[in-house]
């Protein structure tokens, strides 16, 4: 199965742009990456998912190496209810039975 | 909205009991998980279902077993609680469709002593 490797922890100014990498090396041609994020208290919450194009959403972007090996979560303007520990996952399996291997994230930490 | 829920947040549960955690989705999904989180070691998955009556492995089934009667309810169950049982469960949904983000539950916090 596929890993993924992470920061343990990184702060970021509000108001500037948080980049959070993640290194998924062992990744197969056909399984996605996902990224998601854990508030204190709170099960984890969907941020953004792609395969091998960079994407965007209201949340944030994900850009992804050519050879996919390596991604980045771009939060275009932190805030300080960002801070959080953040997920990046590959999701593995076929169809109708994928499941996601988590690493054990980034702690990101918003400073005001 | 969309929803997970499960049972109990905080749940304290003596050493040898039988334990059932609860979850129930109300969003038609076919999959859900069950996840343990621990300091350190992120999310590990417990089993998941894709379908009612059907259940799959994850990468920790020791000493747990699951239910699933209902499209919407998935149970996990710890046939004789263990103190190293004492973690965070996360119970999830997804579609087994190609977008399939899984949605989480608010955790059930147990405590075996």
């Known amino acids: 199965d596929a890993k993924t490797t992470q920061p343990t922890s990184m702060d970021c100014a509000e108001g500037r742009a948080a980049n959070l990498p993640c290194n998924h090396s062992t990744i197969s041609g056909n399984e996605y990456v996902y990224w998601y994020r854990q508030i204190h208290s709170q099960g984890p919450q969907y941020i953004i998912h792609g395969l091998k194009n960079n994407e965007t959403n209201e949340m944030a972007s994900l850009i992804i190496t050519e050879d996919r090996k390596s991604s980045t979560l771009i939060l275009p303007h932190a805030t300080l209810r960002d801070t959080a520990v953040y997920y990046c996952i590959v999701r593995v399996g076929t169809s109708g039975t994928y499941k996601y291997i988590f690493g054990t994230g980034t702690r990101l930490k918003v400073l005001a | 909205d969309v929803k997970v829920t499960q049972s109990s947040r905080y749940l304290v549960k003596r050493t040898g009991e039988k334990v059932f955690l609860e979850c129930v989705q109300d969003m038609d999904h076919e999959n859900m998980f069950w996840y343990r989180q621990d300091p350190g070691l992120g999310l590990r998955l417990i089993y998941f279902?894709?379908?009612?009556?059907?259940?799959e492995k994850g990468d920790i089934p020791e000493g747990y077993s699951v239910s699933r009667e209902k499209k919407e309810r998935f149970s996990l169950i710890l046939e004789s609680a263990s103190t190293n049982q004492t973690s965070m469960y996360l119970c999830a949904s997804s579609t087994p469709g190609l977008g399939g983000e899984q949605y989480f539950g608010p955790g059930t916090r147990l405590t075996v002593t």
């Open positions: 279902s894709y379908d009612v009556k059907m259940k």
